[in-house]
């Protein structure tokens, strides 16, 4: 009875135990990200400093580009298809006069840029809100559990080559332990 009283006692600290590191995590995940404190530094040189500019810049292409393409090919979509047949003149817009050879072919092209248009606007929106949750969404961090820390140079094996008559390749190599 009494031993049954001690391992829940010991279940329950494990847990409680396991909590807090649960609560840790959730708080550094939250946190708000910011560059290394390193970034900086006042004591950096001009070198350092715009080295560290390129990479601050580096981060930021990748947005510019991806928002510089949405943006172009959304406006390229709407303003050299959707638009003239919305408005039903290919003449005014981009200077193709008579491209509808019938009223007909005007009208049918009318309702499916209309069609087309909701869709665009769907996709635009969503892939809009994606492009937003993934910058701003946080990459993570590595775990506080000892499993992920990185061992020390003393535990780690030493690595030798033995020399003998056969040529030096990897069945050469031995492991001290």
């Not at 939250?30 to 900086?40: F, G, I, L, M, Q």
């Not at 510089?68 to 709407?78: E, H, K, N, S």
Request: aromatic share 16%.
């Amino acid at each position: 009875m009494a031993e049954t009283k001690r391992k829940r006692k010991i279940k329950q600290r494990d847990l409680q135990s396991d909590l807090s590191a649960l609560l840790e995590t959730r708080e550094d995940i939250t946190a708000d990200w910011s560059y290394p404190e390193w970034t900086d530094a006042p004591s950096a040189g001009c070198c350092d400093a715009f080295e560290l500019f390129i990479f601050k810049l580096i981060t930021i292409v990748p947005v510019i580009i991806t928002f510089c393409l949405f943006a172009f090919f959304g406006t390229y979509y709407i303003y050299c298809f959707l638009y003239p047949c919305l408005i039903e003149d290919f003449g005014s817009t981009l200077g193709l006069p008579e491209y509808w050879s019938t009223t007909q072919e005007r009208e049918t092209d009318k309702y499916w840029a209309q069609v087309l248009l909701i869709i665009f606007i769907f996709c635009a929106v969503n892939l809009f809100a994606a492009l937003i949750l993934t910058i701003f969404t946080n990459p993570g961090n590595i775990p506080h559990d000892h499993e992920w820390d990185m061992p020390d140079e003393q535990f780690l094996p030493q690595m030798r080559t033995s020399y003998g008559d056969s040529d030096s390749d990897i069945s050469t190599l031995s492991i001290k332990t």
